[in-house]
């Protein structure tokens, strides 16, 4: 996926505004935490795993596939609704031929099923929201309860039906509940998540990314379940968790204390385009209409497609 980032505010606020939750969780520092928390569960569905597998991309762009999953989610969540409904139809094109065999079930694979789609959706949103109350200030009650719904919002924009998207906190961790019992991890899991956690710069990579993601991975594994720590095969002992959340805490003080500036900072070392993304965000230059739109409304006026169809965000 290419992006101008000049385009991000160019026709309104969105569907969330400078006031919303989603803008908060998604320009802290944290977010980058929670999003490589967020592509390394992926590898839990495997038929995402197969649909990744079967690209290559994942072992040989490690960062460039984390870096265009998470300017994806950047653009639903602060960009205008122009530039998201053009992000997610470019994805539902490039994610329409992302079809195969699953080879553990011998079950057909669609990066655009419903299933595939709502997992990649929750563990996403959930994932940096977790990251905002581990090593952030976290939301309020009223808060949060706000950004489940827009959370809910958000997934007009994929395949999965947004009333199955779970709109509190209870409800998020009986989804998890529900689909456990169809995660599971493979060769191709277990290599696609060491791409994101802890890869070599000699695979595509380069040592910035490299030594960036090893070392965030000890804040992101510390935000995961014991579960699901043991599933991926990286479960560590909990002194390390002892010391990794004052530390990780500690850190992102230290880069809000530039004020927002801070993950414009951070962001570039894993994810050059979410950076650029986020870089604009910060200018807060004002939008064509200073309003929120619906996405029903946004793909009335920007769509091609007409209705929702497809979707991508993988």
């Known amino acids: 996926m290419t992006f101008d980032p000049t385009t991000l505010r160019r026709a309104d606020y969105g569907f969330f505004g400078p006031d919303s939750p989603s803008w908060k969780v998604w320009t802290s520092p944290t977010a980058v935490i929670g999003f490589q ?8 569905d495997p038929f995402l795993t ?7 991309k994942i072992y040989s762009e490690p960062r460039n596939r984390l870096d265009a999953t998470f300017a994806y989610f950047l653009i639903v969540a602060i960009g205008d609704s122009r530039t998201a409904i053009q992000a997610s139809e470019h994805l539902m094109t490039v994610h329409a031929k992302n079809t195969g ?6 079950q057909r694979y669609s990066a655009n099923s419903p299933e595939t ?3 990649i959706h929750i563990t996403g949103w959930q994932s940096v ?12 009650p009223e808060e949060e309860a706000q950004y489940w719904r827009e959370c809910r919002i958000a997934a007009e924009l994929q395949t999965c039906k947004p009333e199955d998207v779970p709109i509190t906190r209870e409800g998020v961790r009986q989804y998890y509940a529900d689909v456990r019992a169809r995660l599971c991890t493979s060769e191709a899991a277990q290599d696609g998540m060491r791409q994101l956690l802890f890869t070599s710069p000699g695979n595509g990579a380069g040592w910035t990314y490299a030594i960036g993601a ?3 991975s000890f804040a992101s594994i510390a935000t995961l379940p014991k579960w699901q720590r043991k599933l991926g095969q990286f479960d560590r002992p909990g002194i390390v968790d002892l010391l990794v959340r004052p530390a990780g805490r500690i850190l992102v003080w230290l880069f809000t204390l530039f004020d ?8 570039p070392i894993i994810a050059p385009m979410a950076g650029q993304i986020l870089e604009q965000h910060i200018k ?14 946004a793909r009335e006026r920007y769509g091609t497609r007409g209705h929702r169809t497809t979707s991508a965000a993988s």
């Not at 065999?101 to 011998?106: A, D, V």
């Not at 927002?260 to 962001?267: P, V, Y």
């Open 260 to 267: 927002k500036k801070g993950l414009i900072m951070a962001a």
């Open 50 to 56: 197969a649909a990744v597998a079967d690209t290559g």
């Open 129 to 140: 929201l977790k990251a905002y109350e581990m090593f952030g200030p976290g939301l309020t």
């Open 37 to 44: 928390r967020a592509v390394t569960l992926e590898h839990f």
């Open 117 to 119: 789609q709502l997992w």
């Open 284 to 297: 807060g230059e004002l939008p064509a209409r200073p309003e929120t739109v619906t996405p029903a409304q």
């Open 214 to 216: 090893r070392l965030l």
């Open 101 to 106: 065999i699953e080879p553990i079930s011998g």
